[in-house]
């Protein structure tokens, strides 16, 4: 759990970073000033400051002269003496009823009054370009150029490139800027030129280039990690298409922003190939982004519609794959409104997610990612189509989007990892508990293998000999002629009926304590009336005390009633008063008495039988002590008749105390709670169980043990218990099941219920179990680990016993 808790801190310290290093990197370097105007082709500097100019775009007006393309100074000069026409920088041709191929000269004069020292920053423009300056001092300079410039369409050759280059401006400088356009269906400056002081327009490139290096490396560690984490963990995709959103993320990055331009040699072919790996890189976002929303949005549409929302993506993915340039550009504004339709049904899908319980973490996450990704897509149109120089935002837009479908696929893993916690945490657990268990069944096996031979020959000896007898019996009844007279042979016939009695008697002790030691017989938890027990029991016994003229005195008032289950507490006391009467002498009494005191009941069998050497009556109750002798008038036993009494008694969290004395008689003593609070320990795990029962045994409360929830909810109806501890961990169905099956009765609201798990979360949800107790009607809620001084005060508090 701390592990988890972790994680989400070092998510958000990791956010938080990730914003302030952006708007720090923001506020700290030079962004672009206002446009200044540009009137006649004249830009008029002589007001400003060089040393506190910052950069800003050349936009306006500019001279330009379509069909000219000169290349020496000349050529240059001569410009001078033509009419110009005056076109909008940035812009397309087409916009500005030029052709849509040919080429061009634009030309803008600098106004200075002394000279001072600039830089000149082309982001691009469509297809090849060449830039200069002129001025007196300098003459003709090239400032930078891209691909190959030339009036011919096999001469010219396309490439996007970026251009910078710091120059001295006089009061004769004039820049020029040339274009020729024959590869695609519009020409003309892209963006527009930038112009500034040296040093803050170099402060400004450098970390304009650091931002994309920034972006670049945040999305290449989201799309390794992710793509490792989905090897590791295969079951769930969604790892996978968030890596792949981020690669082709990547490749937008690498190819619109001009990261990979001066990778290769400029040529047309490749210029076209990037453009087209671009369009089909914004085909895989809104793929990829369609199947992570499909595989974490259960409410984003039926199953049977999410199919169509792929096939648009699909003949789009067609068509920029086998069409030409001026085919499948066209098919950028649906693109852009595509992607906003599926932010925008994401969108509704997690504002719905967000109104139920167990998405709504999740929603809410995507819920805010997709606002935001949605505001950038629309920024993102509009910097296209207005041609601003902004696009950074883009970038932040889509890595927050990204940060947030990062925290949904890291709060998934956060539940493999409680789930793998509570499993192990729960394993462990139990693997305390059996070894517990197993060391207390070796010492056992250790006493009772010592024993064993014995106990086998006297049980064996103590059945062959009636056996032996009855044959002998048989064997004489068959005889021809027969040698008994009819009297002799009734009494043969009793003798062995008496002797076949005590064997069924041996046989079904051995049995019933067999069962119940396999745990095969659990306690049925109910009201029951002693008087009614023992008044059926009184008459059974009566026929084994008159051969031996033994007296059964009762002590035992009307409707005495207690807890327990009756058929096993029938069996105990069965089992006290047949051993009462087969060790006491003829003549002898038998007296069974049921007082209360200090909240239990005092269930006494007393005998004047023969009674026991000191020796076993004090070790006759210990486990694996053999207790093995015939009655008064030779009835048999298996000697197991004590320790099932001693099981019963433990399983009610009652006491069993054995007073003997030889030749003096027995007092054996069933102490059985009866408290009015009862506490039922659903549990599995017989172990826990125990546990449970030794913190809880000071309390004055009822301990009623049940193993499968279906028959607890029997026994419940029965005999409703103050407070439930239930193990949120069970094979038939969680503690949460169980609860809501209880409180779905209202007769059973009342009762109050503890639940105890190995963890702090459901690992199916990754909800907190507290909080999910509390909402179908718990009380409480505390794990296995916690301290048992813990467990003690809350169950004194929720049966509101005194502190």
Request: net charge neutral; with cysteine; hydrophobic share 40%.
């Amino acid at each position: 759990m701390a592990r988890i808790q972790i994680l989400s801190l070092s998510k958000l310290v990791f956010f938080s970073l990730f914003v302030s290093v952006f708007i720090q990197c923001n506020r700290s370097i030079p962004s672009l000033a206002p446009a200044k105007t540009i009137q006649g082709g004249v830009l008029d500097l002589s007001v400003e400051d060089p040393k506190t100019l910052d950069p800003f775009p050349l936009a306006g007006e500019w001279d330009a002269f379509p069909g000219e393309l000169p290349e020496t100074e000349e050529e240059f000069k001569a410009l001078e003496k033509k009419e110009p026409l005056r076109l909008a920088v940035p812009a397309y041709w087409v916009n500005q009823n030029l052709p849509a191929h040919g080429f061009v000269t634009y030309r803008l004069k600098l106004k200075v009054n002394e000279p001072m020292n600039l830089m000149f920053y082309l982001r691009e423009t469509s297809s090849a370009y060449r830039a200069y300056y002129h001025n007196a001092e300098r003459g003709l300079v090239l400032l930078g150029s891209a691909g190959k410039v030339s009036k011919t369409k096999d001469g010219s050759i396309g490439y996007y490139l970026e251009t910078a280059r710091s120059f001295r401006a006089t009061p004769s400088t004039v820049l020029y800027l040339q274009i020729s356009n024959y590869l695609y269906s519009r020409g003309g400056p892209y963006y527009s030129p930038v112009l500034g002081e040296v040093g803050k327009t170099v402060l400004y490139l450098r970390f304009k280039e650091r931002k994309k290096a920034f972006f670049f490396a945040s999305f290449f560690v989201l799309a390794i990690s992710h793509l490792f984490l989905y090897i590791h963990r295969r079951k769930d995709k969604s790892p996978l298409w968030f890596s792949l959103l981020c690669i082709s993320w990547l490749i937008r990055i690498l190819l619109f922003d001009r990261v990979s331009r001066d990778w290769f040699q400029a040529s047309d072919w490749l210029e076209m190939l990037q453009i087209r790996v671009e369009y089909i890189a914004f085909c895989g976002i809104q793929c990829f982004s369609l199947l992570f929303f499909f595989q974490n949005q259960k409410n984003f549409l039926p199953q049977k519609y999410k199919r169509y929302l792929l096939l648009p993506i699909l003949l789009e993915f067609l068509i920029i794959a086998t069409t030409p340039y001026a085919v499948y550009t066209k098919l950028l504004i649906f693109s852009q409104v595509y992607m906003a339709i599926i932010l925008v049904v994401a969108m509704v899908a997690a504002f719905r997610s967000t109104f139920q319980r167990e998405t709504r973490y999740i929603g809410s996450i995507i819920l805010f990612g997709t606002i935001i990704m949605l505001s950038a897509t629309i920024y993102d149109s509009i910097v296209f189509f207005k041609r601003w120089d902004l696009p950074m935002l883009t970038e932040l837009g889509f890595a927050i989007f990204c940060m947030c479908l990062a925290i949904v696929i890291s709060k998934q893993n956060a539940h493999t990892w409680e789930t793998a916690e509570y499993l192990t945490l729960n394993l462990r657990k139990e693997v305390e508990w059996k070894t517990i268990e197993l060391r207390k069944e070796k010492e056992k096996a250790e006493k009772t293998g010592e024993l064993k031979d014995k106990f086998i020959s006297i049980v064996s000896h103590d059945i062959r000999s009636p056996l032996f007898g009855i044959s002998s019996v048989f064997n004489l009844l068959t005889e021809s002629p027969p040698s008994l007279s009819p009297e002799r042979a009734k009494q043969v016939l009793g003798e062995a009926s008496t002797g076949l009695k005590n064997i069924l008697s041996m046989v079904e002790e051995l049995i019933k304590y067999s069962r119940f030691q396999n745990a095969s017989v659990f306690p049925d938890y109910q009201l029951f009336d002693f008087r009614q027990i023992t008044d059926q029991l009184i008459e059974r016994v009566q026929d084994m005390a008159k051969p031996k003229n033994i007296s059964v005195l009762t002590h035992i008032e009307e409707s005495s009633i207690g807890i327990g289950d009756p058929n096993l507490i029938e069996h105990l006391i069965w089992n006290l008063l047949t051993n009462a009467v087969k060790f006491t002498k003829e003549s002898g009494t038998v007296e069974i008495s049921l007082t209360e005191s200090n909240k239990h009941w005092s269930l006494k069998v007393i005998d004047t039988g023969i009674g026991m050497p000191p020796y076993w009556s004090e070790h006759i109750l210990e486990e694996g002590f053999l207790f093995v002798r015939k009655g008064t008038a030779d009835e048999m036993g298996a000697g197991v008749g004590l320790a099932f009494c001693k099981e019963v008694a433990e399983r009610h969290g009652a006491e069993l105390i054995v007073k003997s004395e030889e030749d003096q008689g027995t007092s054996v003593e069933l102490l059985l709670p009866n408290y009015e609070k009862i506490v039922l320990i659903l549990d599995d795990n017989p172990g826990y169980r125990k546990q449970i029962r030794k913190v809880l045994k000071d309390l004055p409360c009822i301990l009623w043990e049940e193993e499968y929830p279906d028959h607890a909810l029997l026994s419940v109806g029965r005999l409703k218990p103050d407070l439930i501890i239930v193990d949120f961990s069970m094979p038939e169905r969680t503690g949460i099941d169980f609860l809501r099956d209880l409180y779905s009765n209202s007769e059973m609201e009342e009762i109050r219920s503890l639940l105890v798990s190995s963890s702090h979360t459901d690992p199916n949800t990754g909800y907190k179990l507290e909080a999910t107790v509390i909402e179908i009607g718990g009380d409480a809620f505390l794990t296995k680990t916690s301290p048992d001084e813990k467990l003690v005060e809350l169950v004194k508090r929720l049966l509101d016993l005194e502190t």
